[in-house]
């Protein structure tokens, strides 16, 4: 029995996707769930799994080219059951005899009679002489990804849509550094996961939205609508672009709940394995370019939110201190938010209190 393949419904905004990969070939005989094929829509990568057991027949779709909801892509020939290759030999069957190999001396056998030998030195060849290519200028065109486009869709809404402004200012990493040494052990001990950055960035980043609570909101038409909770993106690389999942309510986690779902998430990415709902939503922003050697940026908003926070490269670097100048663990921090909700004021007054809370972990624990 012929089984279509389609294309299902992924989320309310996905209308196509593209085919990455055949994860199977025509002739190979598939099992039910078992993938099939890998499809990437404008968020996200996942696996089409087989809805039967069977054999691919056909494939309507090649690598790159993409598909609408709800279209066929390939055939499926049902069967009821498949054999497994490593199972026993059934009882009363002769099992398939391979063809027997002879073993090669090294030598061809002398069947040419002598007279009608050539040597490669009487041969003429007689097909076109192949030119050396000299400083060759070559291009290849490959078709955007769907992620990739959407990507790029995004950033140019946002440079239209918004006034962007970036401000910027420095942190003293030290005490942070000094906490994270001091307790890592012990941390990963009883939470088998690392003590990070990222898990302070996120509860200081908290605080200062709750002072500053234009950067957590939105504009719809001409509306102002403030959220009274805390979803914030973090930025990940997944290898086939930048994609931003949600801790949802962060305001209610712990240090070791952001570690485990940040680590979880970055797992997950270069899987392809995160999920729509992972993807979508977010009140705010925090992407750090730090981790790959980025010193200075000026992130862009990821509308409808108002704003984003950059994170950077840790540099020793000398500062003032007390009268003196001394050698401290450095880093950049940029904001960019949307100008039309958000003032400068605003905007400095929020970087400052990431600054003091960063620089001074206690004020995170004490929320002051």
Same mark, same amino acid.
């Given at each position: 029995?012929?089984?279509?393949?389609?294309?299902?419904?992924?989320?309310?905004?996905?209308?196509?996707?593209?085919?990455?990969?055949?994860?199977?070939?025509?002739?190979?005989?598939?099992?039910?769930?078992?993938?099939?094929?890998?499809?990437?829509?404008?968020?996200?990568?996942?696996?089409?799994?087989?809805?039967?057991?069977?054999?691919?027949?056909?494939?309507?779709?090649?690598?790159?080219?993409?598909?609408?909801?709800?279209?066929?892509?390939?055939?499926?020939?049902?069967?009821?059951?498949?054999?497994?290759?490593?199972?026993?030999?059934?009882?009363?069957?002769?099992?398939?005899?391979?063809?027997?190999?002879?073993? $090669?001396?090294?030598?061809?056998?002398?069947?040419?009679?002598?007279?009608?030998?050539?040597?490669?030195?009487?041969?003429?060849?007689?097909?076109?002489?192949?030119?050396?290519?000299?400083?060759?200028?070559?291009?290849?065109?490959?078709?955007?990804?769907?992620?990739?486009?959407?990507?790029?869709?995004?950033?140019?809404?946002?440079?239209?849509?918004?006034?962007?402004?970036?401000?910027?200012?420095?942190?003293?990493?030290?005490?942070?550094?000094?906490?994270?040494?001091?307790?890592?052990?012990? $941390?990963?001990?009883?939470?088998?996961?690392?003590?990070?950055?990222?898990?302070?960035?996120?509860?200081?980043?908290?605080?200062?939205?709750?002072?500053?609570?234009?950067?957590?909101?939105?504009?719809?038409?001409?509306?102002?609508?403030?959220?009274?909770?805390?979803?914030?993106?973090?930025?990940?690389?997944?290898?086939?672009?930048?994609?931003?999942?949600?801790?949802?309510?962060?305001?209610?986690?712990?240090?070791?709940?952001?570690?485990?779902?940040?680590?979880? $998430?970055?797992?997950?990415?270069?899987?392809?394995?995160?999920?729509?709902?992972?993807?979508?939503?977010?009140?705010?922003?925090?992407?750090?370019?730090?981790?790959?050697?980025?010193?200075?940026?000026?992130?862009?908003?990821?509308?409808?939110?108002?704003?984003?926070?950059?994170?950077?490269?840790?540099?020793?670097?000398?500062?003032?201190?007390?009268?003196?100048?001394?050698?401290?663990?450095?880093?950049?921090?940029?904001?960019?938010?949307?100008?039309?909700?958000?003032?400068?004021?605003?905007?400095?007054?929020?970087?400052?209190?990431?600054?003091?809370?960063?620089?001074?972990?206690?004020?995170? $624990?004490?929320?002051?």
């Amino acid at each position: 029995m012929s089984i279509e393949l389609k294309i299902p419904t992924i989320g309310e905004s996905i209308t196509e996707v593209q085919i990455i990969d055949w994860l199977k070939s025509p002739g190979e005989a598939v099992h039910q769930d078992e993938p099939i094929v890998s499809l990437e829509t404008e968020k996200t990568v996942l696996d089409l799994p087989a809805p039967v057991s069977g054999i691919l027949v056909r494939t309507l779709k090649s690598r790159g080219e993409t598909a609408k909801i709800g279209e066929v892509i390939a055939y499926l020939d049902e069967a009821t059951a498949l054999k497994d290759p490593t199972a026993p030999a059934i009882p009363g069957t002769t099992p398939t005899s391979k063809p027997t190999s002879i073993p $090669f001396s090294g030598q061809m056998p002398d069947t040419m009679p002598a007279e009608h030998r050539l040597g490669v030195e009487t041969v003429t060849p007689t097909g076109p002489v192949p030119q050396m290519a000299l400083n060759e200028r070559e291009e290849e065109a490959v078709p955007m990804s769907l992620l990739r486009r959407r990507i790029a869709e995004r950033l140019v809404q946002a440079q239209q849509t918004t006034a962007l402004l970036t401000t910027f200012n420095e942190i003293d990493m030290t005490a942070v550094m000094a906490l994270r040494q001091a307790h890592q052990e012990a $941390f990963q001990q009883r939470h088998a996961v690392k003590l990070g950055l990222m898990s302070f960035f996120v509860r200081a980043n908290i605080e200062a939205l709750k002072l500053i609570p234009e950067l957590n909101a939105e504009i719809r038409g001409t509306d102002i609508v403030y959220r009274h909770y805390y979803d914030i993106g973090i930025a990940i690389g997944s290898g086939r672009g930048l994609v931003v999942p949600v801790l949802r309510n962060a305001e209610r986690l712990g240090f070791p709940e952001i570690e485990i779902a940040i680590a979880d $998430f970055a797992r997950r990415a270069l899987a392809n394995q995160l999920t729509l709902e992972e993807l979508q939503g977010g009140t705010f922003t925090i992407s750090n370019g730090g981790v790959y050697g980025s010193l200075l940026s000026t992130p862009i908003v990821n509308p409808p939110q108002s704003g984003i926070l950059g994170l950077h490269a840790i540099q020793d670097r000398p500062v003032a201190h007390d009268g003196q100048v001394v050698i401290r663990p450095m880093m950049y921090v940029a904001l960019t938010y949307d100008h039309r909700i958000v003032d400068g004021r605003e905007a400095v007054t929020f970087l400052k209190h990431i600054t003091a809370c960063i620089e001074d972990p206690a004020r995170i $624990f004490l929320e002051i």
